[in-house]
Nanobody
Protein backbone atom coordinates (compact mmCIF):
# COMPACT_ATOMS: atom_id res chain seq x y z
CA UNK A 1 0.00 0.00 0.00
CA UNK A 2 1.44 3.34 -1.06
CA UNK A 3 1.24 6.15 1.45
CA UNK A 4 2.27 9.74 0.83
CA UNK A 5 2.81 12.06 3.76
CA UNK A 6 3.47 15.73 3.13
CA UNK A 7 5.06 18.16 5.54
CA UNK A 8 6.70 21.57 5.54
CA UNK A 9 3.73 23.81 4.92
CA UNK A 10 3.26 26.96 6.93
CA UNK A 11 2.70 30.68 6.86
CA UNK A 12 5.22 33.05 5.32
CA UNK A 13 5.34 36.60 4.08
CA UNK A 14 5.51 37.39 0.39
CA UNK A 15 9.03 36.93 -0.87
CA UNK A 16 9.73 34.17 1.62
CA UNK A 17 10.63 30.53 1.10
CA UNK A 18 9.35 27.13 2.14
CA UNK A 19 10.38 23.57 1.42
CA UNK A 20 7.69 20.94 1.21
CA UNK A 21 8.50 17.27 1.70
CA UNK A 22 6.61 14.16 0.72
CA UNK A 23 7.64 10.82 2.18
CA UNK A 24 6.50 8.01 -0.09
CA UNK A 25 6.26 4.64 1.61
CA UNK A 26 5.37 1.42 -0.17
CA UNK A 27 6.23 2.89 -3.57
CA UNK A 28 8.80 1.30 -5.85
CA UNK A 29 9.96 3.37 -8.76
CA UNK A 30 9.75 1.77 -12.15
CA UNK A 31 11.33 2.91 -15.40
CA UNK A 32 8.21 4.98 -16.12
CA UNK A 33 6.78 6.81 -13.15
CA UNK A 34 5.90 10.34 -12.30
CA UNK A 35 5.77 12.18 -9.00
CA UNK A 36 4.20 15.58 -8.77
CA UNK A 37 3.01 18.43 -6.62
CA UNK A 38 -0.46 19.84 -7.11
CA UNK A 39 -2.18 22.67 -5.31
CA UNK A 40 -5.71 23.82 -4.73
CA UNK A 41 -6.77 27.22 -3.48
CA UNK A 42 -10.27 27.85 -2.09
CA UNK A 43 -12.81 28.15 -4.88
CA UNK A 44 -10.33 27.04 -7.52
CA UNK A 45 -9.61 23.80 -9.30
CA UNK A 46 -6.64 21.65 -8.39
CA UNK A 47 -3.70 22.45 -10.61
CA UNK A 48 -0.35 20.89 -11.34
CA UNK A 49 2.65 22.77 -9.99
CA UNK A 50 5.68 20.61 -10.71
CA UNK A 51 6.32 17.06 -11.88
CA UNK A 52 9.37 14.83 -12.14
CA UNK A 53 10.24 11.44 -13.57
CA UNK A 54 13.51 9.62 -14.26
CA UNK A 55 14.67 12.22 -16.74
CA UNK A 56 12.65 15.40 -16.61
CA UNK A 57 11.25 18.02 -14.30
CA UNK A 58 8.47 20.28 -15.50
CA UNK A 59 6.76 23.29 -13.99
CA UNK A 60 3.63 25.33 -14.32
CA UNK A 61 4.39 28.67 -15.93
CA UNK A 62 3.28 30.48 -12.80
CA UNK A 63 6.08 28.93 -10.71
CA UNK A 64 8.95 28.62 -13.19
CA UNK A 65 12.12 30.12 -11.84
CA UNK A 66 10.77 30.18 -8.29
CA UNK A 67 10.00 26.54 -7.45
CA UNK A 68 12.24 23.49 -7.76
CA UNK A 69 11.10 19.88 -7.55
CA UNK A 70 13.63 17.37 -6.28
CA UNK A 71 13.60 13.70 -5.46
CA UNK A 72 15.79 11.77 -3.07
CA UNK A 73 15.46 8.19 -4.21
CA UNK A 74 17.45 6.82 -1.30
CA UNK A 75 15.08 8.46 1.18
CA UNK A 76 12.03 7.93 -1.04
CA UNK A 77 11.21 11.58 -0.55
CA UNK A 78 9.94 14.22 -2.93
CA UNK A 79 10.61 17.87 -2.26
CA UNK A 80 9.29 21.17 -3.50
CA UNK A 81 11.58 24.08 -2.80
CA UNK A 82 9.57 27.28 -3.09
CA UNK A 83 11.14 30.71 -3.10
CA UNK A 84 9.95 34.25 -3.75
CA UNK A 85 6.48 33.16 -2.66
CA UNK A 86 3.54 35.28 -3.72
CA UNK A 87 0.07 35.57 -2.17
CA UNK A 88 -1.33 33.71 -5.17
CA UNK A 89 0.79 30.69 -4.22
CA UNK A 90 -1.30 30.19 -1.10
CA UNK A 91 -3.09 26.86 -1.33
CA UNK A 92 -3.25 23.32 -0.07
CA UNK A 93 -0.35 21.47 -1.66
CA UNK A 94 -0.64 17.79 -2.48
CA UNK A 95 1.94 15.20 -3.38
CA UNK A 96 0.92 12.65 -5.99
CA UNK A 97 2.33 9.54 -7.62
CA UNK A 98 1.68 8.00 -11.02
CA UNK A 99 2.93 4.43 -11.18
CA UNK A 100 3.15 4.30 -14.96
CA UNK A 101 3.59 7.65 -16.62
CA UNK A 102 5.95 10.51 -17.31
CA UNK A 103 6.31 14.14 -16.45
CA UNK A 104 4.38 16.38 -18.79
CA UNK A 105 4.95 20.03 -19.55
CA UNK A 106 3.14 22.37 -17.21
CA UNK A 107 3.91 20.51 -14.02
CA UNK A 108 1.69 17.48 -14.43
CA UNK A 109 2.02 13.82 -15.37
CA UNK A 110 0.84 12.07 -18.51
CA UNK A 111 -1.83 10.17 -16.58
CA UNK A 112 -3.90 11.02 -13.50
CA UNK A 113 -2.26 10.17 -10.18
CA UNK A 114 -2.79 6.77 -8.62
CA UNK A 115 -2.05 8.02 -5.12
CA UNK A 116 -2.46 11.30 -3.25
CA UNK A 117 -1.18 12.64 0.00
CA UNK A 118 -3.39 14.40 2.52
CA UNK A 119 -2.00 17.84 1.73
CA UNK A 120 -0.08 20.54 3.52
CA UNK A 121 -1.27 24.12 3.78
CA UNK A 122 0.76 27.05 2.51
CA UNK A 123 -0.27 30.57 3.46
CA UNK A 124 1.42 33.65 2.02
CA UNK A 125 0.70 37.09 3.42
CA UNK A 126 1.31 40.28 1.50
Amino acid sequence: QVQLVESGGGSVQAGGSLRLSCLASGFTRTTTYCMAWFRQAPGKEREGVAAIDNHTATYANSVKGRFTILQDNAQNTLYLQMSNLKPEDAAMYYCAVVRFGMALGGGTCTTPPDYWGQGTQVTVSS
